[in-house]
């Protein structure tokens, strides 16, 4: 069941203050203005044994990314399309307040916000996936380790299923008498659209991007935006327990299809293509 | 085709059309306040229970009241059988409606204590998390919870090159985009907001502008709900004077 409660990090009151008079200002507390970024790191295919990897560093978050490639019968519903299946976990390695064991809350809401992005976007054209429609497709698994846990989770993963499924390669399956062969072979994925989330978060009335742990205990309300290649809106998720105004919204909107270019063209990068 | 040529929906509705909305207040003996609402083929329960006794008690909170939600969808809700267990779906969407309900209430006026949200869906026709939040709402009012404005929820969506007001479920399968949202009426300020699928940045705002215009129109219905449980006669005698 969904509890409210407090902030497993407690930020002292001191410093609180400190953060709200420094908002107040036009600064955080690490320095930076209300819409840059942390240092964005990319690395791609660190894990061998997956079809496609990536970890990001996005200031001390380090999130890791890997995809591997199966094949399986169809979605219902969805029965002439590849299956993707996303996951999340928060590891006990990622702060001192993580405890082992099945996701909760955020952690599901995480990896939904995430696949929200990447299947609403159609990056991957899953209609190229099916190997035979209606019983034998290809079986995409993004599965995410976070590493260590520094506020902004969201786009942190993000970043890194998008790079891992970018720079992946798929395995070339026939199908013989019923059976599923791997040729051996590779083939670059069916990519259509990069998509790119940017997260806000409300603290009082100032909105500020990339939050940091310190900054999430302390804010008020959060806002994702996804956006694809062309600046469109696929995914939209508000969270925490405050509300946004209108003028808020649309405002964090614009910024999210800037920021997200200017991101996008980082991921655009690890392809070498451009 | 999700649209005709005459602008008719699948289900004969308008673009602009809300589904048939029926509240009806304290319908569950037990609880402190409950709501059920018909919301076109949605049939969603809502009780509330406290503010009370936190168990497990090291949840409670000092300085204010937690807020615990649950949605849940009944087996024989869906088309196909749904599994009674908790769905990653439901954990999300019982987070979702607790943090749109939470800025609409006084929490700090009951600490230590608890307030539980159960939204119960009995039968599942596309926007039930918006209609659970405009019969927990409700519900809420009706348990007598102090709170600042009722939470009225709505969703927009894009069919081609249309912008509707208030998906169903059909349309929320073979359409373009649904997005819902939760709105404060009196504050005017969006408290759910949820997107799956594309819009351009003019869409979006059309789109936004649509659902707070449905959220608006709901918001009249809960009023009229509340008002009809406890003033019901007074309200009818008023009108024969």
């Known amino acids: ?274 | 085709m999700l649209i005709d040529e005459n602008g008719k929906r699948s289900d004969n509705r308008g673009i602009d059309d809300l589904r048939q909305i029926k509240i009806t207040v304290g319908v569950v003996k037990n609880a402190d306040g409950s709501a059920f609402i018909e919301f076109g083929k949605n049939k969603i329960i809502v009780a509330v229970y406290g503010p009370r006794e936190v168990h497990p008690k090291h949840m409670a909170l000092p300085d204010r009241c937690v807020l615990r939600c649950r949605y849940h969808m009944s087996p024989f809700s869906t088309d196909t059988r749904k599994n009674p267990a908790p769905s990653r779906r439901e954990v999300e969407i019982s987070k979702v409606i607790r943090e749109s309900l939470e800025p609409s209430l006084i929490l700090s006026d009951y600490p230590r204590a608890v307030i539980d949200v159960f939204v119960e869906v009995l039968q599942a026709d596309g926007g039930s998390r918006c209609a659970g939040i405009n019969a927990a709402s409700v519900a809420l009012a009706d348990a007598g919870i102090n709170m600042r404005d009722l939470v009225s929820a709505c969703a927009a969506g894009r069919l081609g090159d249309n912008i509707v007001l208030d998906i169903n479920d059909q349309e929320d399968k073979e359409g373009d985009a649904d997005m819902p949202v939760a709105y404060l009426s009196n504050a005017d300020q969006i408290t759910l907001l949820q997107l799956d699928g594309r819009l351009s940045p003019t869409q979006f705002s059309e789109c936004l502008n649509k659902a707070i215009h449905g959220c608006k129109l709901v918001y009249e219905i809960q009023k009229e709900a509340l008002m009809k449980k406890y003033f019901g006669d007074e309200v009818e005698l008023k009108e024969e004077v």
Do not use: W
């Not at chain 1, 890791?64 to 590849?82: C, D, H, I, S, Y």
């Not at chain 1, 702060?95 to 952690?107: C, F, L, T, W």
């Not at chain 1, 051996?184 to 909105?207: E, F, Q």
């Not at chain 1, 995914?235 to 808020?248: D, E, H, I, M």
């Open chain 1, 1 to 274: 069941m969904s509890s409210s409660k407090r902030s497993t990090i407690i930020v002292e009151q001191l410093r609180k203050q400190q953060m709200i008079e420094a908002l107040s200002r036009g600064k955080r507390l690490d320095g930076r203005n209300f819409e840059s970024y942390r240092d964005l790191e990319i690395e791609i295919g660190i894990i061998d044994k997956a079809n496609g990897s990536a970890k990001v560093k996005l200031g001390n978050t380090e999130v890791l990314a890997g995809v591997k490639v199966e094949t399986g019968e169809p979605f219902e519903g969805l029965e002439n399309k590849g299956a993707l299946i996303m996951s999340a976990e928060v590891l006990p390695t990622a702060s001192s307040h993580v405890e082992p064991g099945p996701p909760d809350e955020e952690a599901i809401e995480l990896s939904r916000v995430v696949d929200r992005g990447v299947r609403e976007s159609k990056m991957l054209d899953l209609d190229k996936l099916a190997l035979i429609p209606g019983k034998i497709v290809y079986t995409i698994f993004v599965d995410c380790s976070i590493i260590n846990s520094d506020g902004n989770l969201l786009d942190a993963t993000s970043y890194a299923v998008v790079a891992a499924l970018l720079t992946c390669k798929l395995p070339i399956f026939v199908v013989e008498n019923d059976r599923v062969i791997d040729t051996g072979s590779i083939m670059p994925p069916p990519i259509t659209t990069i998509p790119v989330s940017v997260t806000a978060v409300r603290i009082g009335d100032s909105v500020l991007l990339d939050p940091t742990m310190e900054e999430e205990a302390c804010m008020d309300a959060r806002i994702t935006i996804t956006t694809q290649s062309e600046g469109d809106l696929v995914a939209l998720q508000k969270g925490y327990t405050g509300p946004f105004s209108v003028n808020q919204i649309l405002r964090s909107v614009e910024i999210a299809r800037n920021k997200g270019e200017e991101i996008r063209s980082r991921i655009k990068g690890l392809n070498g293509t451009g």
